[in-house]
């Protein structure tokens, strides 16, 4: 497993730049007898397009997948997957009047003294949320690998800088409400005001951060490799991957410190010949492994840091304390778009675990 690639049953390596000639995806690992399609992957990537809402960036790009090699008459070989999407609407303008000026909350310096100066600062290169079209690819693939053994992956928007959601949304009222409106929210009273507060932190030259709840439904017991590879450290891991997370909690998360045992502990009980648990403060893993349950993980996103009011900096070539002003084209929420990068990148450790297990086959036969 090298940096650029992650999973053990599944690898994924991600390739190119935001403001690059593309952004790719190969997938190796996936059984062949897969039935896949362009319009599969598409499905997904729609899902998190620049430039279709009032909230978003104004970057069209059309995002129309390639799938390069893998698969063949519409079944996957069992070859590693690879998969592109071309860069149109690209304008690398406002980046040139600060190359050497580190944008505050962006990854621009650290690059720069990791890589020596060499790393690309077009529209943040590599770091770019832009890279999260590789983690969509992928995780379409693995939602399909998934639905044959009937395991479903959700996520919703839950807070947007200060409107929260408070209550637990039912999973038919996530199917059918996400996808209706702008900030892939499940209530839809609260979706206006999540608008609303994005609408205004752009107004004022400004951009706020918020949370997305994964959901993952009907997973089997048993899935995860303890002790460094269980089922809740990869899946952080890879959540922490996507740019701008800034925290990842399952179950209660955080609030099961101020609780006491006898509340946090999910207590056992038979349904329909079935073991569940009673509460699911654990969020569906317990000692790193799935105990059936559905999984539940809040992912933090830092606001854009690319925002339009003056900010401090310095010149790398002058060695001097400066100002910026940040150009081009960004979100003034990132939090919206997440949400399909949240569900694949939850899809595609859960199908590589699945994998690892034996509970997909490695050949998938023809029904």
Known sequence: MSGNSIGRALVLTCFGESHGICIGAVLDGCPAGLPLSEADIQAELDK???GLTEISSPRREEDKVDIVSGVYRGYTTGAPICMVVRNRDVDSKPYETVMFKPRPGHADYTARVKYGGYSD????????GRITAAYVMAGAVAKKLLSLIGVEVLAHTVQVGGVKVEVEVPCEEIRRNVYMNPVRCAVPELAEKMVG???RAAREGDSVGGVVEGIALNVPAGLGEPIFDSLDSDIAKMLFNIPAVKGVEFGAGFKIASMRGSEANDQYAIRDGRIVTLTNNAGGIVGGISNGMPIRVRVAFKPTPSILRRQKTVNLETMREEEIEI????DPC????AVPVVEACLAFVLADHALRAGIIPRIIKRH
Do not use: D, T
Request: a positive charge; proline letters at 14%; charged letters at 30%.
């Open 48 to 50: 998190r397009r620049p």
């Open 121 to 128: 600062p077009r529209g943040g290169g590599r770091f770019s």
């Open 197 to 199: 507060e994005i609408l």
């Open 327 to 330: 150009a081009g084209r960004h």
């Open 334 to 337: 990132i939090v919206p778009r």
